[in-house]
């Protein structure tokens, strides 16, 4: 059974970096054909792709978020980490992550992150 | 990158079809058969519904089915049901490394009337 969780602080102050932790199991992140993202909705509104980290270890980034947003994995640990500088009121959130094969296969349940001094 | 376009919402009856467009470029949803969507109930995680255009999951019910056609790629509901009531989105692969790789659409509210 594939699972993904996401796990972080549920409030961060404006300018703070802002790191999230995907926890998977049911899968290795060494398995080809599979990459994860993160993505995010804001309350109300639609979602939003913000990066992901293929099987072989190649990155791709939001274009118009790339400067703030750093994703790594640690396969022996079966994570992958999202970190994005800088936070913004505007980056309130429910952050996803999600698991690619076909489409996004399988997502965890989301964690929202609340932008606020 | 620019998100896809939906409509806002559709709306239709049980029992009856409606289809919902998702119109992206040649460099997204015309460039690739990689379209996916997936709907999401409130206060839920979105579901994968389809994949490679028209490909549907183990459980997905055969009444999804998606379509391409150049830049605009479709998901069409049959037999409409009470529990098809959701908000569905669209996503499309869009490059690779050197670009975003995927985007999604602006999210459709599907209602049954």
């Known amino acids: 059974q594939v699972t993904l969780k996401e796990s972080g602080p549920v409030l961060v102050k404006p300018t703070e970096t802002l790191t999230l932790t995907c926890t998977v199991s049911?899968?290795?992140?060494?398995?080809?054909?599979?990459?994860v993202s993160w993505i995010r909705q804001p309350p109300g509104k639609a979602l939003e792709w913000l990066a992901h980290i293929f099987s072989n270890d190649e990155k791709s980034y939001s274009t118009s978020l790339k400067s703030r947003l750093t994703i790594s994995k640690d396969t022996s640990k079966s994570q992958v980490v999202l970190t994005m500088t800088n936070m913004d009121p505007v980056d309130t959130a429910t952050y996803y992550c999600a698991l690619s094969y076909g489409g996004f296969d399988y997502w965890g349940q989301g964690t929202l992150v609340t932008v606020s001094s | 990158q620019s998100a896809l376009t939906q409509p806002r919402s559709v709306s239709g009856s049980p029992g009856q079809s409606v289809t919902i467009s998702c119109t992206g470029t040649?460099?997204?949803?015309?460039?690739?058969?990689?379209v996916s969507w997936y709907q999401q109930h409130p206060g839920k995680a979105p579901k994968l519904i389809i994949y490679d255009v028209s490909e549907r999951p183990s459980g997905v019910p055969d009444r999804f089915s998606g379509s391409k056609s150049g830049n605009t790629a479709s998901l069409t509901i049959s037999g409409l049901q009470a529990e098809d009531e959701a908000d569905y989105y669209c996503?499309?692969?869009?490059?690779?490394?050197?670009?975003?790789?995927?985007?999604f659409g602006t999210g459709t509210k599907v209602t049954v009337l």
């Open positions: 996503c499309s692969y869009a490059g690779s490394y050197t670009s975003s790789a995927y985007v």
């Open positions: 040649s460099s997204d949803v015309g460039g690739y058969n990689y």
């Open positions: 049911g899968f290795s992140l060494s398995n080809a054909r599979m990459g």
